[in-house]
Nanobody, 126 residues
Framework: QVQLVESGGGLVQPGGSLRLSCAAS????????MSWFRQAPGKEREFVAG????????KYADSVKGRFTISRDNAKNTVYLQMNSLKPEDTAVYYC???????????????????WGQGTQVTVSS
């Protein structure tokens, strides 16, 4: 049974930091690119950051470059998102997703992803 379980969300003040984790099970983690998406109320789901199957290639949305860092530990079947300098506009439900790949690419289209977690709420507010 495939599972992606996110954790680490919460309420944080502007300028603060959070670290999200996504624990995967039920599939060969090292064969999948892993990405984080987010969805704010009334908005479409958007790509935030992704890491290739080996972790050697990473990709970020322009809105989070320089503030967020994605990493993965294939020995622990876990992907992380370190979020620094958080802004109110980062408020959203954050989802991790898995995309089976034969290459080292990271795609930004949600429809390309095979598995999704249930999401974790991140709220940035004073």
């Amino acid at each position: 049974q495939v599972q992606l379980v996110e954790s680490g969300g919460g309420l944080v003040q502007p300028g603060g930091s959070l670290r999200l984790s996504c624990a995967a099970s039920g599939f060969t983690f090292s064969s999948y690119a892993m990405s984080w998406f987010r969805q704010a109320p009334g908005k479409e789901r958007e790509f935030v950051a992704g890491a290739s199957s080996s972790g050697g290639v990473t990709k970020y949305a322009d809105s989070v470059k320089g503030r967020f860092t994605i990493s993965r530990d294939n020995a622990k079947n876990t992907v992380y998102l370190q979020m620094n300098s958080l802004k109110p506009e980062d408020t959203a439900v954050y989802y991790c997703a898995a995309d089976f790949r034969w290459d080292e690419d990271v795609v930004v289209v949600p429809g390309e992803y095979d598995y999704w977690g249930q999401g974790t709420q991140v709220t940035v507010s004073s």
